[in-house]
């Protein structure tokens, strides 16, 4: 019976001290933006056949890929980013791991 409570108990604190990763959605890295505007550059990743902007340079610490990797599924938890680029659908990551 003592075998019994300790291997239970054993497998609550596990289960408890496990943290599990959710991300809000997948996407797609799918180049560097060459073009030369104001509000261009970065990245274009797609998410839900939408396509965004990102700047790499400022990713989640520990996150990094190639331009050889591309296309590059990810997860990631992001959000719109508030600029005067709206229209250029900025975003900010801000947890993402390769898929």
Same mark, same amino acid.
């Given at each position: ?6 291997? &239970?108990?054993? +497998?609550?604190?596990?289960? &408890? *001290?496990?943290?599990? $990763? /959710?991300?809000?959605?997948? *996407?797609?890295?799918?180049? @560097?933006?060459?073009? &030369? +505007?104001?509000? +261009? ?5 797609? =998410?839900?056949? =939408? %396509?965004? #902007?990102?700047? /790499? %340079?400022? &990713? ?5 890929? %190639?331009?050889? @990797? ?6 990631? !938890?992001?959000?719109? #980013? !508030?600029? $005067?680029? !709206? ?6 990551? %801000?947890?993402?791991?390769? /898929?």
């Amino acid at each position: 019976m003592r075998a019994k409570l300790f291997i &239970l108990f054993t +497998c609550t604190i596990l289960a &408890l *001290g496990c943290e599990k $990763s /959710k991300f809000a959605g997948t *996407g797609i890295i799918k180049g @560097q933006d060459f073009a &030369l +505007c104001a509000c +261009c550059g970065g990245y274009f990743i797609e =998410i839900n056949d =939408i %396509s965004y #902007r990102f700047d /790499k %340079s400022v &990713l989640p610490a520990g996150f990094t890929f %190639s331009e050889n @990797q591309l296309p590059l599924t990810v997860e990631l !938890n992001w959000k719109l #980013r !508030n600029t $005067s680029c !709206n229209d250029f659908n900025w975003i900010t990551i %801000s947890k993402i791991r390769v /898929k």
